[in-house]
């Protein structure tokens, strides 16, 4: 038989202040993108939670924007919906 598998504990305390980075080649539209996705999942992110840094070659760009989570489950799905974009190489 099987059980349930209790949900995993996480290591961050929610609520909390939470970085959130993805890179990607670097265009005009990266950063946008990015917010867009996150505040599908957290709406009152502000424009100044958002800061980038472009790669010492210029190539890439990484975004970070903070993010207020409330859960491990609406990071997991900011994360999901962000490695889910063309645009974004990579999340951390």
């Known amino acids: 038989m ?4 209790p949900p995993r504990d996480s290591a ?3 609520p909390c202040d939470f970085p959130v980075k993805a890179m990607g080649l670097a265009s005009k539209t990266l950063h946008l993108t990015v917010l867009e996705i996150v505040r599908k999942h957290a709406p009152d992110t502000a424009d100044t939670a958002l800061k980038t840094r ?12 903070t993010v207020h989570a409330t859960s491990q489950t609406q990071l997991d799905a900011i994360y999901t919906d962000l490695t889910a974009s063309e645009q974004v ?4």
């Open 12 to 14: 961050i305390e929610f």
């Open 2 to 5: 099987n059980t349930p598998k």
């Open 54 to 65: 472009p790669s010492s070659n210029g190539k890439y760009v990484s975004v970070t924007v």
């Open 89 to 92: 190489l990579m999340a951390l």
